[in-house]
């Protein structure tokens, strides 16, 4: 493959040096992309909080329930790893084109499948086993789902707008949050609990498969267009074998994998868990908290486009350095907020998305250039992963442990070991600082 792509150098179709995209049209395709995964992820969320711990967990309590739900929410962070090794496998084969369409419809139909999900009171414990295994299926689709269009986008600006470009992929985010929290919120406010129980919940899962369609023809259209073909080659961005790529960027993978546990910490602490809390232990509205959310993620979006320029002027190892040390105070104090009714809890929401979108904003914006131009496209893929999950993929679950045991404080622990992680991984990388400059 490497010998491959120096042929294609030398014949000078794919010099990187004479490759010119607009980035523009890179952006448009990141957005979709990412915001249809997000949106996803999120409708499942919202639904291991609402849903599950009364359709598949009826027999335990609210919190015992809830945290049975969080354990297989963790699920696809665990097999999103191994579909990232499987489906480069199919790239290498079949190319990029084959392997995002097999992935988006996995994931669409593992997504739309767990819409017609029984209850426990119908078909018993296989209810459990049934949504363990599309979990799993998610998980291992979202592996595939990896279309280099991000580390293209990254190589593709000018040295003096990384900062800026590099938070459009981190825009699907609050975006994704935004749809799902809206169609949560209009579901459970104008139907009974026992309606939304029974089917209510189930159309944010169909909208889900309908919103991969589109995004899957959306990001086919640029993923195989010529001009990104070559330049995907041009970049050498190319599938590698990922054993293969561990050996030779294992280095860089552990700290990439680390650099972004302060904001994938707080990620989870402001979408996930708080919708927990607020559920078992509250009389708040659900459909209420829910468009608070969707408030203080709009805050996220603005926060997260302020991070651009503030990453261009002061560089973005200072501002995820500067944001792991703002997450580290936000822990000690602000997770009691969510017991300060209507008040405390909008400025919970607010002021941790806005922290989190000063830092997620740029926590992958530098991952692409620390890896040797032919493996950037894996490494990039499985670095990804494996933040996902160390920093968020049982945020969820420890938080809510954690809080209904020793209160709501001892959440900060968790924000906390994730801030200085981050700090460590800054300070022990010399790579981010050429990366930036």
């Known amino acids: 493959m490497v010998s491959k792509m120096a042929a294609q150098a030398a014949s000078g179709l794919s010099d990187p040096r004479k490759q010119t995209l607009n980035p523009g049209d890179i952006a448009i395709g990141v957005i979709i992309g990412r915001t249809s995964e997000y949106f996803d992820f999120f409708v499942y969320a919202i639904a291991s909080v609402v849903v599950f711990p009364k359709l598949i967990f009826p027999h335990h309590d609210p919190v015992a329930g809830t945290l049975y739900s969080f354990a297989i929410f963790s699920l696809a962070f665990i097999a999103r790893p191994i579909g990232t090794t499987i489906f480069m496998s199919v790239d290498r084969v079949f190319g990029r084109g084959v392997k995002m369409t097999i992935a988006l419809f996995m994931l669409g139909t593992s997504t739309v499948l767990i819409g017609f999900l029984p ?3 119908t078909i018993g414990p296989t209810a459990i086993v049934v949504l363990c295994v599309l979990r799993i299926g998610q998980g291992l689709a979202l ?3 990896w279309d280099g269009l991000a580390p293209l986008l990254s190589l593709n600006v000018p040295e003096k707008r990384r900062g800026w470009y590099a938070m459009i992929p981190q825009l699907g985010a609050p975006l994704g949050l935004m749809i799902a929290s809206a169609l949560f919120a209009y579901f459970i406010s104008i139907l009974s609990p026992e309606d939304f129980l029974s089917w209510g919940w189930r159309y944010p899962f169909f909208v889900a498969f ?3 369609v589109v995004a899957l023809f959306a990001r086919l259209r640029i993923v195989v267009a010529k001009e990104f073909m070559e330049s995907f080659a041009g970049r050498y961005l190319e599938p590698q074998p990922v054993f293969r790529t561990l050996r030779a960027e294992g280095g860089n993978v552990v700290v990439g994998t680390f650099a972004p546990l302060a904001s994938l910490a707080l990620f989870h602490m402001v979408t996930v868990f708080p919708l927990s809390w607020v559920f078992i232990f509250t009389t708040q509205d659900t459909s209420r908290f829910l468009v608070i959310t969707l408030i203080a993620a709009a805050f996220g979006v603005a926060a997260i486009l302020a991070s651009g320029p503030l990453a261009d002027r002061y560089g973005r190892r200072t501002l995820l350095g500067a ?3 703002a997450i580290a105070a936000f822990s000690g104090f602000a997770p ?7 008040v405390g809890e909008a400025i919970f929401m607010i002021l941790g998305f806005v922290l989190l979108g000063i830092s997620f904003g740029q926590s992958s914006g530098s991952v692409a250039s620390n890896f040797a131009p032919q493996n950037r496209y894996t490494a990039s893929a499985i670095t990804s992963d494996l933040a996902w999950l160390f920093g968020a993929g049982f945020a969820p679950f420890v938080a809510l442990f954690l809080s209904s045991n020793f209160g ?9 070991s994730g801030a200085a992680c981050t700090l460590i991984a800054l300070l022990t990388s010399s790579r981010l600082d050429r990366a930036e400059r």
């Not at 709501?408 to 906390?416: E, P, V």
């Open 323 to 325: 944001g792991a040390v």
């Open 119 to 121: 209850g426990y009171d």
């Open 408 to 416: 709501l404080l001892s959440t900060g622990a968790y924000l906390l």
């Open 143 to 145: 592996g595939g789902t």
């Open 210 to 212: 309908a919103v991969n």
């Open 336 to 342: 009691q907020l969510l017991d300060g009714g209507d």
